[in-house]
T-cell receptor, first 113, second 113 residues
Framework: AQSVSQHNHHVILSEAASLELGCNYSYGGTVNLFWYVQYPGQHLQLLLKYFSGDPLVKGIKGFEAEFIKSKFSFNLRKPSVQWSDTAEYFCAVKREYGNKLVFGAGTILRVKS | SQTIHQWPATLVQPVGSPLSLECTVEGTSNPNLYWYRQAAGRGLQLLFYSVGIGQISSEVPQNLSASRPQDRQFILSSKKLLLSDSGFYLC????????????FGPGTRLLVL
């Protein structure tokens, strides 16, 4: 069965620090990859996605993620975090023609001002 | 544009009572619909999904059931709630097309006492 691992459950950063959240998945076939974010008190919303093409994907609010197929990874990055980035971040994977998303356990990011 | 509604937003129920959570989608036809449960530190667990009226796939055997009586309505039910059913329940939808994204509702927080 597919699984998704997010390496850090809690991350605390100061404003302007760089961010990288790790995500690895276990599935050998073609996948679609997603990062979702849940700000305090808000809906789960899509941050960025990868279906095909350029493995470096740009999302909203200055986030980007890089798909490295050989490492089964889709790490999320942001060069300089802001206090408003405090949220929980979820990596999710779907088989290319599948119906189902498999989520990681989530990473809670707290940015100190 | 498409919107997804869930109600109630919060629910407190005694052990052994029945449950009915409702999810409706507006602005699209024939969506795939999903129920997830979100638990702290464990990400989102897919409970049920549906590709059409009356078609339900169960992912995790448990005390819950789902129904899809109408194209854009998805209901999560239980005949007798357990303490372990407490959690945050999210409904999601996606268009039935290749390479599509799942969009999530606001969720229902259920507390079973």
């Amino acid at each position: 069965a597919q699984s998704v691992s997010q390496h850090n459950h809690h991350v605390i950063l100061s404003e302007a620090a760089s961010l990288e959240l790790g995500c690895n998945y276990s599935y050998g076939g073609t996948v679609n990859l997603f990062w979702y974010v849940q700000y305090p008190g808000q809906h789960l919303q899509l941050l960025l996605k990868y279906f095909s093409g350029d493995p470096l994907v740009k999302g909203i609010k200055g986030f980007e993620a890089e798909f490295i197929k050989s490492k089964f990874s889709f790490n999320l990055r942001k060069p300089s975090v802001q206090w408003s980035d405090t949220a929980e971040y979820f990596c999710a994977v779907k088989r290319e023609y599948g119906n189902k998303l498999v989520f990681g356990a989530g990473t809670i990011l707290r940015v100190k001002s | 544009s498409q919107t997804i509604h869930q109600w109630p937003a919060t629910l407190v129920q005694p052990v052994g009572s029945p449950l009915s959570l409702e999810c409706t989608v507006e602005g699209t036809s024939n969506p795939n619909l999903y129920w997830y449960r979100q638990a702290a530190g464990r990400g989102l667990q897919l409970l049920f999904y549906s590709v059409g009226i009356g078609q339900i796939s169960s992912e995790v055997p448990q005390n819950l059931s789902a129904s899809r009586p109408q194209d854009r309505q998805f209901i999560l039910s239980s005949k007798k709630l357990l303490l372990s059913d407490s959690g945050f329940y999210l409904c999601a939808w996606t268009v039935q097309r290749y390479q599509e994204t799942q969009y999530f509702g606001p969720g229902t927080r259920l507390l079973v006492l």
